[in-house]
């Protein structure tokens, strides 16, 4: 079984920019369609961007088009979201997750999840 470690959450001014990390414990990224998903407190777990497992699609929540990248390097296992611009309203918890579903946006599409790092933006 995969796991997933997420890093590089923290606390930005809005405007900023902050890059988060997932990294696979073994050499299997490859087989997977990887997600981010992002939870505010109180709410429920939100679809952020997702790329298939050749990186040659990517798709994005409108919220966050034109500000976030996601990117993938499978040679060493790693997802990252660059997220620039950042808003107060992308304050959350942000999950990374493995999964072989094609419904990108769909939580249940996703088999593995990470522990979850906080972002924090302050306006």
């Known amino acids: 079984q995969v796991e997933l470690v997420e890093s590089g959450g923290g606390l930005v001014q809005a405007g900023g920019s902050l890059r988060l990390a997932c990294a696979a414990s073994?050499?299997?990224?490859?087989?997977?369609?990887m997600g981010w998903f992002r939870q505010a407190p109180g709410k429920g777990r939100d679809f952020v961007a997702a790329i298939t497992n050749s990186g040659s699609n990517v798709y994005y929540t409108d919220s966050v088009k034109g500000r976030f990248t996601i990117s993938r390097d499978n040679s060493k296992n790693t997802v990252a979201l660059q997220m620039n611009s950042l808003k107060p309203e992308d304050t959350g918890f942000y999950y990374c997750a493995a999964g072989r579903q094609p419904r990108v946006r769909t939580s249940t599409s996703y088999d593995i999840w990470g522990q979850g790092a906080q972002d924090t933006v302050s306006s």
């Open positions: 073994r050499r299997a990224l490859n087989r997977y369609l």
